[in-house]
């Protein structure tokens, strides 16, 4: 398979024309397509990133800048699942338009275009492990433009005096597209240290079955039902029911560790994601040593979560870095995982842990200590998470 792959890559970035002529005849299904072909190139480019950022860092403007691993980490998470999802909704786009431009629809081709097109930007995204290289990516991308000019007309086969027209249209609407996806992603960037990570033991059978579920939402035309499918084909269970937005307020006391509540915020979203979510925000002007201390507690419930995490695959995983700063720890600790991040110099942290699969507990303050961040998400308990009531 690894030998296949890089085949097919050496023959679409250097002989475009004949590889999408070879393209055209191939019968392969889309599931074979991702993860034969998508879901390692997408993965390879994510994890460049993540190691060129966390361990290499960049500098800029002579400041020197590394992303905490997990902030970076989650990163990359998410960027191979909106990866993958992008690829179903950009066939989904070309699919649908075929018509409009004299094309005749044919779910099949339209993913191979949607599947091949992008190889330039993942294959550049790569030397993201060289931070000062990622610049390059610009270069991927718009290589990848001229594949799809390329390929399009050969794969859809519009009449010749549209295939220019078609391909232009196309790509606007999948710059929308992509604008929402990414809208939709950054509600699962957590800010850098936060994060939970849980592994996803799906065998390759099970997988096939979850992205044939995604092909079959993406030619429905719901864009719902399409991010329902992604969320299972990553782990999820799309069909979980959300907990009542009401009940989640109730959860925010008026004082915490001796701070006052100055704000409590509920949001709920049911299209195109699943997704509830809590903010409470507590704060005291000064205490006794002249210090601002805030503490931000938030709880998100969403299918989604587990979903992001399982796909990134370390499970069991535990990580510890610290300096003469502070520290970031990952711990499993009775069977889920804690995040742990504090910065001596502004007395500032981060504190979090994944409950029961599907809510993200996590507290963020300064000057506090972190005793407060672990009492603030502890006194969530498993228990009261369960208890609640779910939305009708």
Not at 28 to 42: D, K, M
Not at 55 to 66: D, N, P, Q
Not at 113 to 139: F, Q, R, S
Not at 149 to 159: A, E, I, Q, S, Y
């Amino acid at each position: 398979m690894a030998q296949a792959l890089i085949e097919r890559v050496k023959g679409i970035l250097l002989s475009p024309k004949a590889e999408w002529d070879k393209i055209d005849t191939e019968t392969a299904e889309p599931q074979s397509v991702i993860t034969g072909y998508v879901l390692p190139l997408v993965a390879i480019a994510a994890i460049a990133g993540l190691i060129g950022m966390s361990i290499f860092g960049v500098k800029v403007l002579g400041v020197s800048y590394k992303a905490p691993f997990f902030g970076a980490l989650t990163g990359a998470v998410v960027q191979i699942a909106f990866g993958v999802a992008f690829v179903f909704v950009f066939a989904f786009i070309i699919n649908s338009l075929a018509p409009t431009f004299g094309a005749a629809k044919n779910w099949g081709q339209a993913f191979k275009v949607a599947a091949y097109a992008p190889t330039a930007a993942w294959v550049a995204g790569m030397l993201a492990i060289i931070p000062m290289l990622g610049v390059l990516g610009v270069v991927g991308g718009l290589y990848s433009l001229y594949l799809l000019f390329v390929g399009m007309p050969k794969l859809m086969k519009p009449p010749a005096e549209k295939a220019t027209s078609y391909t232009i249209v196309s790509i606007v609407v999948a710059i929308i597209a992509s604008i929402i996806l990414g809208a939709i992603a950054g509600m699962f960037m957590p800010k850098p240290g936060i994060g939970t990570y849980s592994g996803d033991n799906t065998s390759t059978s099970e997988f096939e079955r979850r992205a044939d579920a995604l092909e079959k939402a993406s030619e429905s035309g719901d864009l719902g039902a399409i991010m329902d499918a992604a969320t299972g084909m990553l782990g999820g269970d799309a069909n979980a029911p959300l907990v009542e937005a009401a009940s989640l307020r109730n959860l925010a006391p008026e004082k915490l560790n001796g701070l006052n509540r100055q704000s409590l915020d509920v949001e709920s979203l049911s299209v195109p994601i699943k997704m509830v979510t809590m903010t409470a925000r507590y704060q005291n002007e000064r205490n006794s040593n002249d210090e601002n201390q805030q503490i931000t507690l938030k709880i998100t419930n969403s299918p989604m979560i587990s979903a992001v995490v399982g796909i990134s695959g370390i499970a069991g995983a535990e990580y510890d870095r610290s300096s003469d700063d502070g520290y970031e720890r990952l711990t499993r600790k009775g069977g889920g995982m804690v995040i742990e991040e504090w910065r001596k110099s502004s007395k500032s942290g981060r504190y979090g842990r994944l409950v029961a699969d599907m809510f993200m507990v996590e507290a963020e303050g300064s000057g506090v200590d972190m005793k407060d961040l672990k009492d603030a998400v502890h006194d969530i308990s498993e228990r009261k998470l369960k208890n609640l009531p779910n939305a009708e």
